[in-house]
Nanobody, 122 residues
């Protein structure tokens, strides 16, 4: 599976952005999909995950109620809707695919896309 994230940019605090991750291949629906982020000088951190059918999700505490992960298996895409953005959300955001389980751990991921930069100004 090849993953390509897009949609990053510069936004003011309180604003919204929608990230999208496009996947290649015919087996997209067999993967659990995740978003992670890495802020400058920090380790990569879990943001959100969605099950293969899209019926169950998991979020980091820091983004609960503000971010929504969703997927469209017909289009091979997984999106991250980010609302009420804060300066501390500034990071490079990565989508990742995992074959085995719904996981928040980066080392469980099988495939990673190149990141997209989100910058939130105060």
């Amino acid at each position: 599976v090849q993953l390509q994230a897009s949609g990053g940019g510069l936004v003011q605090a309180g604003g919204s952005l929608r990230l999208s991750c496009a996947a290649s291949g015919r087996t997209f629906s067999s993967y659990y999909m995740n978003w992670f982020r890495q802020a400058p000088g920090k380790e990569r951190a879990f943001v959100a995950a969605v099950t293969r059918g899209g019926t169950s999700t998991s979020y980091a505490e820091s983004v609960k109620g503000r971010f929504t992960i969703s997927r469209d298996n017909a289009k091979n895409t997984v999106d991250l809707q980010m609302n009420s953005l804060k300066p501390e959300d500034t990071a490079v955001y990565y989508c990742a695919a995992n074959k085995e389980r719904l996981s928040i751990r980066s080392y469980d991921m099988d495939y990673w896309g190149k990141g997209t930069l989100v910058t939130v100004s105060s």
